[in-house]
């Protein structure tokens, strides 16, 4: 069976459109919502200032992650990942729900396609 | 029976039985299926107490640890191969739980992530070298309780009980999409993996041997396997179902393990957040210490070395060895720079596949009456332990073509 991990490896490294992209699109929505949840209650006196600023760093370095890793950076949901991404670190919740919301409506056209 | 003694077993058990995997598997079924994978908690922990009370039984009667039953029962061909995947599997488990630690002391400290993962290696493996057999089981497994904090979290967000009950019965949610369907069966796989890590009975067993169990321990190796392991599971489902709460609704299936925390943090504040990460961090910590001990042991005993905590490092000076390389290696594999999300889906991945070759060769021996006289399996140990055999077999069957066609659970 361990063959298969390769072969998949390789196959869904060949393919390439929103349908590839779609985990890293589900992922950045996901980042999104996270980073405007820690915002929220950081806002709310609830998080010590060091968990804050490095769940920013880790959310930062993982939609660099899954915006370098789109198979059409230039694209709708490209697009959108970028706006997110150039959101100031203490972007408010809203304006980073805004994001993760326009990806999820992304992520629920795409699949239904 | 010491009451104390059995205590101080279910608290380690309790504080024990989470580990990176769970709490990366639970937050996301959580946000991504609501409660309807709570079941397979539940039937992983009854597997888990199944199979951890057989071991420790083994180990008690029979006085055999797993790896050298294996060698017997496989042949050294068969055996040669378990020994392998195992080790390779559980040092990916320990990499993971590495990274986790060095990813929870960044939440609280906020210093480089390779600096703390060092330093993680550095006190682990100092603990290692110190501290006796049981004194290295109870610091980790008693600092983890205060993971119990999820628990009470879960309590103060007044959840709908109704639902989370309605979650322990086996189902599959109705009107999912072949794709829904697909990543629900992942998860399935991956819960089962992370609650019935083949390390946990190499563990468990070799420690009954390091701490001399008897015939007079079999009450004891009952009750913790049953009630120690059934209540951490309680943790592990309390961070599902406030994650099914808290983050589904609202988009969040959480990618980074220091989320979970937020479910102590949003009904607590700081204090909740604190108690969270600590909990996190020692549970984590105990389970990188298990994790490294498991392949030390399982090398030790699968080519018949002098092994144990029970001696000193130099009196086992291979056995020691061996447990200082597994961690070293584990932290060169942190320090490439490998995500610690897709450790814990290697280390599920492959914790399953060798799973069933396992749990074999332990239950045909706790079978055997000839070793085990009267406390050789009766027809419910050996009924629920074939059970359990056929379900990680097709787990293990299921596994790889389900990461591959999920892409690891992200649909």
């Known amino acids: 069976m361990r063959w298969m991990l390769p072969v998949g490896l390789a196959l869904a490294a060949c393919s390439k459109g929103p349908e590839a992209d779609l985990p890293s699109i589900s992922q950045a929505r996901s980042l999104g919502a996270e980073w405007a949840l820690v915002n929220e209650q950081a806002n709310a006196g609830k998080l010590t200032k060091t968990y804050v600023a490095a769940m920013r760093k880790s959310i930062r370095e993982q939609l660099q992650t899954r915006a370098s890793s789109l198979t059409q950076p230039r694209s709708p949901y490209g697009d959108e990942i970028a706006a997110l991404m150039a959101e100031p670190d203490s972007a408010a919740p809203n304006a980073l729900r805004n994001h993760a919301g326009k990806l999820k409506q992304i992520e629920d056209s795409l699949e239904s396609a | ?55 420790g039984r083994v180990a008690a009667i029979a006085r055999q640890p797993v790896f050298s039953l294996m060698r017997h029962r496989l042949g050294l061909k068969l055996g040669l191969i378990t020994l392998a995947g195992s080790l390779i599997s559980t040092l990916i488990t320990c990499a993971a739980e590495v990274g986790g630690m060095a990813l929870i002391l960044n939440y609280l400290t906020g210093l480089p992530y390779a600096l703390l993962a060092i330093a993680s290696v550095v006190a682990l493996m100092a603990s290692m070298w110190i501290l006796p057999f049981q004194w290295i089981e109870r610091t980790y497994g008693l600092l983890g309780l205060m993971m119990i904090v999820f628990a009470l979290a879960l309590v103060a967000i007044h959840p709908p009980w109704a639902m989370v009950a309605s979650g322990m019965i086996p189902q599959v949610p109705r009107g999912l999409s072949p794709k829904e369907l697909l990543t629900f069966s992942y998860f399935v796989v991956a819960i089962l993996s992370a609650v019935l890590f083949p390390y946990e009975s190499y563990f468990y067993s070799s420690g009954g041997i390091e701490e001399g169990w008897g015939p007079k321990d079999l009450l004891t ?121 897709s450790l814990v889906e290697y280390a599920a991945l492959f914790s399953i596949i060798v799973l069933p070759l396992t749990y074999l060769p332990l239950m045909l021996l706790a079978n055997d009456r000839s070793y085990m006289r009267e406390h050789a399996n009766k027809w419910l140990a050996k009924g629920l332990g074939w059970l359990f055999f056929v379900i990680v077999t097709v787990a293990a069957i299921a596994a790889i073509p389900l990461y591959l066609l999920t892409s690891g659970g992200q649909g």
């Open chain 2, 1 to 55: 029976m010491n009451p104390l003694e059995l205590t101080l077993g279910i608290m380690t058990a309790v504080g024990g039985f989470v580990d990176i995997s769970e709490l990366v598997f639970a937050a996301k079924a959580g946000s991504m299926f609501g409660y309807a994978l709570i079941w397979v908690f539940v039937l992983g922990t009854i597997g888990m107490s199944v199979f951890g009370e057989m071991s």
């Open chain 2, 221 to 341: 190796n009952r009750v913790t396997c049953t009630v120690g392991f059934g209540l951490g599971s309680l943790l592990a489902i309390s961070i599902l179902a406030a994650s099914a709460q808290l983050f589904g609704p609202i988009n969040v299936s959480p990618e980074i393990p220091g989320s979970s925390a937020l479910e102590a943090a949003i009904p607590f504040g700081r204090g909740g957040l604190l108690l969270a990460l600590l909990g996190m961090l020692f549970a984590v910590a105990g389970a990188a210490v298990e994790t490294c001990m498991s392949n030390a042991y399982a090398v030790a005993q699968f080519f018949g070395w002098e092994w144990g905590r029970h001696v000193k490092p130099w009196d086992a000076p291979r056995f020691t060895l061996a447990w200082i390389a597994v961690m070293l290696l584990a932290l060169l594999i942190v320090l490439t720079g490998v995500d610690v999300m």
